[in-house]
């Protein structure tokens, strides 16, 4: 079956330095994948999508790759700051229009 | 433009008790979806739309139903609640296709006890 796998464990960083956060993925091969932030007692929030022939995407200080031979996504935030602070979550295509959902992984950026 | 919003925003239940989950969009998206959260689970589909008139199963739908009779509304309702109905219900919308972002309301917290 599908799975998306992204790092249970809290990532803690500080202020200033590039976080990078991970998602891998087996048993399919989807034509993009999505990105989104997601704040304490809040719903998601869309943040980037990269398509399978766009190797990397960027906006302001983040960065996605995808690499479609290591079933991996990379997620850059640099320059991070506290306000970065957020659980974010990967997704990937499914069949017949609808996203699964990876777990998410909290980032803490700390002063 | 109020994007998604969901009502109410917390509720309690009793075992047995129904009750309707509220999903209004204001962005004329054809396409919605009802999840739920739960913790270190992720989002799981329960019922999807891609129109008025027009539902579907997603991966967890059993417990729960759906109608879709106008393009703004997407109602999730529990007939039987149940302790393992438990969890944060998220609703999102979004343009036709799942390469489209998905566009989410702050949930509704529900505890059936």
């Known amino acids: 079956s599908q799975k998306i796998e992204q790092n249970s464990e809290a990532l803690n960083i500080q202020e200033g330095k590039t976080a990078t956060l991970t998602c891998n993925y087996t048993n399919y091969s989807p034509a993009y994948l999505q990105w989104y932030r997601q704040d304490p007692g809040r719903g998601p929030v869309f943040l980037l999508l990269?398509?399978?022939?766009?190797k990397e995407k960027r906006k302001e200080r983040l960065k996605v790759t995808f690499d479609t031979t290591l079933k991996q996504s990379l997620f850059h935030i640099t320059a991070s700051q506290p306000a970065d602070s957020a659980t974010y979550l990967c997704a990937l295509e499914g069949r017949g229009d609808k996203l699964i959902f990876g777990t998410g992984t909290r980032l803490q950026v700390f002063p | 433009n109020a994007g998604v919003t969901q009502t109410p925003k917390f509720r309690i239940l009793k075992i047995g008790q129904s009750m309707t989950l509220q999903c209004t969009q204001d962005m004329n998206h054809n396409y919605m979806y009802w999840y739920r959260q739960d913790p270190g689970m992720g989002l799981k589909l329960i019922y999807y739309?891609?129109?008025?008139?027009?539902?579907d199963k997603g991966e967890v739908p059993n417990g729960y139903n759906v109608s879709r009779s106008t393009t703004e509304d997407f109602p999730l309702r529990l007939e039987l609640a149940a302790p393992s109905q438990t969890s944060v219900y998220f609703c999102?919308?979004?343009?036709?296709?799942?390469?489209?972002?998905?566009?989410f309301g702050d949930g509704t917290r529900l505890s059936i006890l």
């Open positions: 990269i398509r399978e022939n766009e």
């Open positions: 999102a919308s979004s343009l036709k296709g799942s390469n489209q972002p998905q566009h």
């Open positions: 739309s891609v129109g008025a008139g027009i539902t």
